[in-house]
Nanobody
Framework: QVQLVESGGGLVQAGGSLRLSCAAS????????MGWYRQAPGKQRELVAA???????NYADSVKGRFTISRDNAKNTVYLQMDSLKPEDTAVYYC??????????????WGQGTQVTVSS
């Protein structure tokens, strides 16, 4: 079993920054992909960013140039540095760990979610 524990959400003004962390524990395959998804009220869950154990990344177009995903494989932890935040970034952010990159149908394990609220 795998557990994902997220931290770092909160309330920030537009233009500000937040850093999310997600620590994974349990039986984790060495080759995996960790990512962040978000879901705003009334909207579908969407991929924000993902990073493979080898380091390659994917970003949603809406966050490119503003968000940076990184990971520490020794700690099984993934980070999401969010800069230049906008009100439309407001959502619950979920950490995901999966074997494959399948943003249209993400599976694997999920964190409990952390609220990010950006005020205008």
């Amino acid at each position: 079993q795998v557990q994902l524990v997220e931290s770092g959400g909160g309330l920030v003004q537009a233009g500000g920054s937040l850093r999310l962390s997600c620590a994974a524990s349990g039986s984790i395959f060495s080759s995996n992909i960790m990512g962040w998804y978000r879901q705003a009220p009334g909207k579908q869950r969407e991929l924000v960013a993902a990073i493979r154990s080898g380091g390659s990344t994917n970003y949603a177009d809406s966050v490119k140039g503003r968000f940076t995903i990184s990971r520490d494989n020794a700690k099984n932890t993934v980070y999401l540095q969010m800069d230049s935040l906008k009100p439309e970034d407001t959502a619950v952010y979920y950490c995901n760990l999966d074997l494959f990159f399948r943003p249209a149908d993400p599976r694997g394990y999920w964190g409990q979610g952390t609220q990010v609220t950006v005020s205008s």
